[in-house]
């Protein structure tokens, strides 16, 4: 049995789907099991990361677990708990979905977010393995709102490069080390092919749309009102902020062959996210 927490979520869900094709027994954890869309067959649990005895009971019986526990700086001690119940649950393997600059001082406070979660699972007996993504490109789906109203879309890393990644790229890695201990110790830092700029992307886009994608880069202002829209804590703001300025300045152009390491084959460009991705942006 193989829990995925975070089942509804951008990395979860595809994790759930590509382990369903697989044919493997899983266990989706999601705090809204009345919504949540998943294939035939996956077993769907109601459980929350503050309500202990509904991770106990999603816990029971499995054997590997993908953790998505941190969502914001607060919850650091909690993603450190989550781990410890999972190993107090007998789970012998565990992937963590953490984030690129984990522990790197450059990268400021958003660099700590995952700290506790990543020490308590080294420090565990478990078959643990580690991911590290760069930046999603389905980012950019955030884009058709703007698209469709005319505008311009946002860019909030001004010139900044960073290796964006295809989330169906960290979900293979993750289903990859759920099922084959031969991940275990191991932490993958997984980026695209290359390390490009949202201008890159915006062009990537127009090209495969046929349309134009311009940008527009928000003041500091605009940023902080509408990460504080979106019902951040401002400790929250302000570490994305801070991650944001970081790459905004070249912080953040890291590439690695990690994807091709732990698959055999080559990470996918932003490109190819694109054109698979054509649909979504359908009436735009």
């Known amino acids: 049995m193989i829990l995925v927490t975070g089942a509804t979520g951008t990395i979860g869900s595809e994790v759930v789907r590509q382990l369903a094709a697989r044919g493997e027994k899983i266990r989706a954890l999601t705090r809204d099991p009345g919504r949540a869309q998943v294939p035939a067959g996956v077993e769907v649990v109601r459980g929350d990361f503050l309500d202990q005895p509904s991770l106990e009971a999603a816990l029971a019986g499995v054997d590997a677990a993908f953790l998505v526990g941190v969502l914001g700086p607060e919850d650091g ?25 984990t522990g790197a001082p450059e990268f400021g406070r958003f660099g700590t977010w995952h700290l506790p979660g990543e020490q308590a699972l080294r420090a565990s007996d478990a078959e643990w393995t580690i991911l590290r993504p760069s930046s999603f490109a389905s980012n ?24 964006v990644v295809d989330p169906r ?5 993750a289903v990859a080390a759920l099922t084959d201990a031969r991940h275990a110790g191991r932490t993958y830092t997984l980026t695209g092919p290359e390390a490009i700029s949202v ?18 880069t928000p003041s500091p202002e ?5 990460l504080s829209a979106s019902g951040m804590s401002e400790q929250a703001v302000e570490g994305v902020l ?25 990470a996918r460009s932003y490109r190819e996210w694109a054109e698979d991705h054509k649909g979504a942006f359908d009436g735009v």
Request: hydrophobic share 40%; glycine share 16%; charged share 25%.
């Open 77 to 101: 001690g909690r993603d450190a708990r989550l781990i410890e119940l999972t190993r107090a649950a007998g789970v012998r393997r565990i992937v963590k979905l953490s984030a690129i600059g």
């Open 140 to 163: 950019t789906l955030g884009w058709a709102h703007a698209l469709r109203a005319g505008q311009p879309v946002p860019n909030m890393t001004g010139e900044g490069r960073q290796g």
């Open 169 to 173: 790229d960290v979900a293979e890695v």
């Open 199 to 216: 201008d890159d992307q915006a062009a990537v886009l127009a090209g495969v749309l046929g349309r134009p994608v311009e940008t527009v």
């Open 222 to 226: 605009q940023m902080r009102e509408q």
């Open 242 to 266: 801070g991650g944001l300025e970081f790459a905004r300045g070249g912080g953040n152009t890291t590439v690695t062959d990690d994807v091709r390491e732990a698959l055999g084959r080559p």
